[in-house]
């Protein structure tokens, strides 16, 4: 079993930063993509961003590129999610997701969640 815990959501004005994070334990060694997802009141819910553990190749939503950055610290098993330039439309529940190689590149059928942080952007 996995587990993904997540920290770093708030409240933040609009053009203003948040960092969030996803420390992973547990069976973790054979994960092979770490994801953010978002879901927004009444919508359905979003791929972000996402990276891969070994070689850290990444892909974002063409709706965060330029503004979200992902990371990894492979010593730490945790990603981050580095938001800037942040609109009030980023405003949702922010996912951390675990799967492995099958999730990559098309995003889908992960495996492993955490429990959701809420980000909200005031305009």
């Known amino acids: 079993q996995v587990q993904l815990v997540e920290s770093g959501g708030g409240l933040v004005q609009a053009g203003g930063s948040l960092r969030l994070s996803c420390a992973a334990s547990?069976?973790?060694?054979?994960?092979?993509?770490m994801g953010w997802f978002r879901q927004a009141p009444g919508k359905e819910r979003d791929f972000v961003a996402a990276?891969?553990?070994?070689?850290?190749?990444?892909d974002y939503a063409d709706s965060v590129k330029g503004r979200f950055t992902i990371s990894r610290d492979n010593a730490k098993n945790t990603v981050y999610l580095q938001m800037n330039s942040l609109k009030p439309e980023d405003t949702a529940v922010y996912y951390c997701?675990?799967?492995?190689?099958?999730?990559?590149?098309?995003?889908?059928?992960?495996?492993?969640w955490g429990q959701g942080t809420q980000v909200t952007v005031s305009s």
């Open positions: 997701g675990g799967g492995y190689a099958n999730s990559w590149p098309k995003h889908q059928g992960y495996d492993y």
């Open positions: 547990g069976r973790t060694f054979g994960i092979y993509v």
């Open positions: 990276i891969t553990w070994r070689l850290g190749s990444t």
